[in-house]
């Protein structure tokens, strides 16, 4: 019995020893003919790489060629659509010449804004932006910039007075690279170069949304709102024209400010209480005058908080963002080198 159960378990085991080692031959035989399949069409893929030609023929190059001409004809053809919309820069413009003309745009907007019926909080330190220019002089290399970004603040707050706004709270220009000692002018070919505005201001609705249409139509310069915060100055919704039971009751109204008398208003008068006519003669102490209308402006009335910086925008000369381009990466050689 015993050497019957010993050959049974090394039958066993020899079997289970067989079995594994042909599984495993059968898997790595199958690894291995996968890798040849997969070396031989890398092979062939590099075979056939070989017997072409390694550099572009001149047909692949006069096409390589076409392309970048018409390219760039697109490209010099968009910024002169766009450069009909912009100004030129007045390059013979002086530092000197400019503080001066600084100062004259100052006055001339103060009195505009003051006709046109816009209160400028800080009228007395309101230098369109170029309050470090009232007693210096800028960069003599940065006075067309800053020339034309002046044109282009005055235009746009003049369209903010046109507009109907209520008042102007603060305006703040954002400087150029160049203007502070110590920065250089953008000189890295940048196609487009932006100088951002921050403006706070409250409007009504109306005259709001006729600002943002009016720099958004301009003829001569590209502006960008690129951050707009709107917060309505009411807080609470209309009051009720009905009392507690859902009965209607007299409506007085403020000519002034168009202010209507809520019910809490009419009780304080002694609405309920008093005759019609002491709640009249107290409406009318308090600048309230009977209103019988058959509807009213719930909304569109209020005065809007807002806060935008806005970018003008001014496109380069393609040719002029070439050169600028190649005579900074000579410029990184060469400092490379050294």
Known sequence: MNSKVWLIV?????????GGSGFFAFSKFNEFSEADSSWNTRVGTIESLESRVPYPNEENEDAVQAQAEEYDAAVKGLFESLNTFQKPL???????AFQQFVKKRVEEF??????????VDTVEE??????RYSANLPPPEMVSILDYELDAIDNMLRELVTAGVTSLGTF???LIPG?????????????VHKYPVRLRFVAPHDSFQSFVNRIANDDSYFYIVRVLKVENQVTEGAPKLTSEDGSAFPVFEDQST???????????????????????EKAKEAGFTPANKDARVIMGQEQLEIFMIIDIARFVNPDEVVDKAGAAG?????????
């Open 10 to 18: 090394f039958g066993v085991f020899a079997a289970l020893l067989i």
């Open 90 to 96: 007045r390059a013979d413009l002086e530092n000197t």
């Open 110 to 119: 103060r009195t505009f804004s003051q006709a046109g019926g816009m209160v």
């Open 172 to 174: 703040e220009r954002d």
């Open 126 to 131: 309101f230098q369109l932006g170029f309050e």
């Open 330 to 338: 000579d410029d990184k050689k060469t400092t490379r080198k050294r």
């Open 179 to 191: 203007e502070e000692p110590g920065t250089e002018p953008n000189n890295e070919g940048v196609a």
């Open 258 to 280: 168009k202010q209507v008398a809520g019910y809490e208003m009419l009780l304080e008068w002694g609405y309920e209480t008093e005759s019609e006519e002491t709640v009249a």
